[in-house]
């Protein structure tokens, strides 16, 4: 998927962190920790689910490193139909493999079976091929949710309150 960052800079914050690395980077680890799980599970929560055993949204993940200056979180999604759940689709005709996924989702999402879930695969089939699919922009609204940044912003808070309280 392709990649969005998120990035602040408060004077504060480079301030704290050059007179307190160490507990600057321990704020920075927990509340980077702390946005990227609230982000997945927005992301989750907005994932579709589909009809088969395995979803997209139980192989979302996120995962926070460092390179001891800098905090990341990675949020992203192995699955190869995730950019096309993001970001919608163009028009463009439906493969035979992927009728058969789509009369398998018919199937058991719409509960039909026989001719009627065949004809509702060739309509949505039909539908796909002229119109293409809608994003679902899960990691991108989760992205933009103000929350992360309240979360971010309160950095200097935890630096301050950790140092008060060794001192």
């Excluded at 990649?3 to 504060?12: L, S």
Aim: hydrophobic share 40%; with cysteine.
């Amino acid at each position: 998927m392709k990649a969005e960052i998120i990035k602040f800079d408060i004077k504060e914050l480079k301030e704290l962190c050059a007179r307190y690395p160490q507990v600057a980077h321990e704020a920075m680890v927990s509340r980077v920790t702390e946005a990227a799980n609230f982000m997945l599970m927005r992301i989750k929560n907005k994932t579709p689910q589909g009809a088969g055993p395995f979803h997209m949204r139980d192989q979302t993940f996120e995962k926070v490193s460092t390179d001891g200056i800098s905090v990341q979180a990675r949020l992203g999604n192995p699955v190869k139909y995730g950019i096309p759940v993001e970001y919608g689709t163009r028009p463009h005709p439906v493969s035979i493999k992927g009728q058969e996924a789509l009369q398998f989702w018919v199937e058991k999402k719409l509960h039909l079976s026989g001719k009627e879930a065949k004809s509702a695969t060739f309509l949505i089939a039909r539908a796909i091929s002229k119109r293409g699919t809608k994003g679902n922009h899960m990691f991108a609204d989760a992205m933009n949710e103000p929350m992360v940044i309240e979360i971010l912003n309160k950095i200097p808070a935890d630096i301050v309150k950790k140092i008060g309280s060794v001192s």
